[in-house]
């Protein structure tokens, strides 16, 4: 098993550009969120899924849009990319049932200038 | 609103040296604690879940500990290998439906040989 893998692992935009962050898992997990993680911040939800076709917001969704069509795939994108959303971003996922721990991918650092 | 608070920020400590990172927490109803190592650069490595006060969970010098309050992790001998920085996270039961953490903001331990 792969378990969570992101692409790309770096990623500089120019303020006003959009783009995808992809997340993928292999472990069949039934629940997956996006966080981001800022220097003396600690990790941040941004959206999380219960399920294929079953998304919502987190903690701070604002400028970020998630979908989720399978199982596997749970991609982030940035609509209109703002220097604020200079980050690193992570994406989580649970097996669900009475497992609570979240599996982390190896994030993507994403610069905005 | 779920809080963690971990303390120190950062720990230096000399290889053999043993200590204990602190996390404490408020939540509204504790589904589980959880610690992470994060290496640099990587994302958030599982290491224990505990669920009520007074359990344990231990492995190799890493030991964690919870009351109704806080958390610890006792770091036994630590070699340099054991620098990282440890995150602790919680999971009330306000969150159990989209299995999201509310995360501290870390401590980053520095062991020297």
């Given at each position: 098993?792969?378990?969570v893998t992101?692409?790309?692992?770096?990623?500089?935009?120019?303020?006003?550009?959009?783009?995808?962050?992809?997340?993928?898992?292999?472990?069949?997990?039934?629940?997956?969120?996006?966080?981001?993680?800022?220097?003396?911040?600690?990790?941040?939800?941004?959206?999380?899924?219960?399920?294929?076709?079953?998304?919502?917001?987190?903690?701070?969704?604002?400028?970020?849009?998630?979908?989720?069509?399978?199982?596997?795939?749970?991609?982030?994108?940035?609509?209109?990319?703002?220097?604020?959303?200079?980050?690193?971003y992570f994406?989580?996922?649970?097996?669900?049932?009475?497992?609570?721990?979240?599996?982390?991918?190896?994030?993507?650092?994403?610069?905005?200038? | 609103?779920?809080?963690v608070t971990?303390?120190?920020?950062?720990?230096?400590?000399?290889?053999?040296?043993?200590?204990?990172?602190?996390?404490?927490?408020?939540?509204?109803?504790?589904?589980?604690?959880?610690?992470?190592?994060?290496?640099?650069?990587?994302?958030?490595?599982?290491?224990?879940?505990?669920?009520?006060?007074?359990?344990?969970?231990?492995?190799?010098?890493?030991?964690?500990?919870?009351?109704?309050?806080?958390?610890?992790?006792?770091?036994?001998?630590?070699?340099?290998?054991?620098?990282?920085?440890?995150?602790?996270?919680?999971?009330?039961?306000?969150?159990?439906?989209?299995?999201?953490?509310?995360?501290?903001?870390?401590?980053?331990?520095?062991?020297?040989?």
């Open positions: 098993n792969a378990g992101q692409t790309p692992k770096f990623q500089v935009l120019k303020t006003g550009q959009s783009m995808t962050l992809q997340c993928a898992q292999d472990m069949n997990h039934e629940y997956m969120s996006w966080y981001r993680q800022d220097p003396g911040m600690g990790l941040r939800l941004i959206h999380y899924s219960v399920g294929a076709g079953i998304t919502d917001q987190g903690e701070v969704p604002n400028g970020y849009n998630v979908s989720r069509s399978t199982t596997e795939d749970f991609p982030l994108r940035l609509l209109s990319a703002a220097p604020s959303q200079t980050s690193v994406c989580a996922s649970t097996p669900g049932g009475g497992s609570y721990e979240q599996y982390f991918g190896p994030g993507t650092r994403l610069t905005v200038t | 609103e779920d809080q971990q303390s120190p920020e950062a720990l230096r400590l000399q290889e053999g040296e043993s200590s204990s990172l602190n996390c404490s927490y408020t939540v509204s109803g504790l589904r589980g604690l959880f610690w992470y190592r994060q290496d640099p650069g990587k994302g958030p490595e599982f290491l224990f879940t505990l669920y009520s006060a007074g359990e344990e969970k231990e492995k190799e010098r890493l030991k964690a500990t919870l009351t109704k309050k806080e958390s610890f992790l006792h770091i036994t001998a630590p070699k340099p290998e054991d620098s990282a920085t440890y995150l602790c996270a919680v999971q009330g039961t306000r969150d159990t439906g989209r299995r999201a953490l509310t995360f501290g903001s870390g401590t980053r331990l520095q062991v020297q040989p």
